[in-house]
């Protein structure tokens, strides 16, 4: 599972640069690829943005396939990080990577993303 996580965002992380490599506009001159109107050159930049926003949440997410890879190897693979329960398989077959529970994964969504205390 994890294995084949790591090598689908791979290869949109290479997709994802490559295009925002290419992008009108990279190369630092008025080339023929560049839009000349305005609107359009503003368009262009949102486009090269916005890939560049997708890169960065794909390799957030590799980053986090390798830490599920380090929990796997340590046998802390499939509990839950804020409470210790066991993930269960349904949601780590979605999500190999998961790192929270449901319960605590929409604690932390509630929160703003910060871990809630537990009261025990």
């Known amino acids: 599972m994890l294995v084949e996580a790591r090598r689908q965002f791979e290869k949109q992380i290479n997709f994802h640069s490559s295009e ?15 839009s000349n109107h305005m609107a359009d050159f503003g368009s262009d930049n949102f486009l090269h943005d916005m890939e560049l926003e997708m890169m960065s949440s794909e390799v ?35 999500k190999p990577y998961a790192r929270f529970c449901v319960k605590c994964k929409s604690a932390r969504e509630e929160n703003n993303g910060l871990r809630p205390e537990f009261n025990r």
């Open 20 to 34: 925002a490599l290419t992008a009108p506009g990279n190369a630092g001159d008025l080339s023929n690829s560049m």
């Open 60 to 94: 957030e997410v590799l980053e986090m396939i390798d830490e599920a890879f380090e929990r796997l190897v340590s046998g802390d693979f499939g509990k839950c990080l804020d409470c210790g329960c066991v993930i269960p398989n349904e949601r780590l077959e979605a």
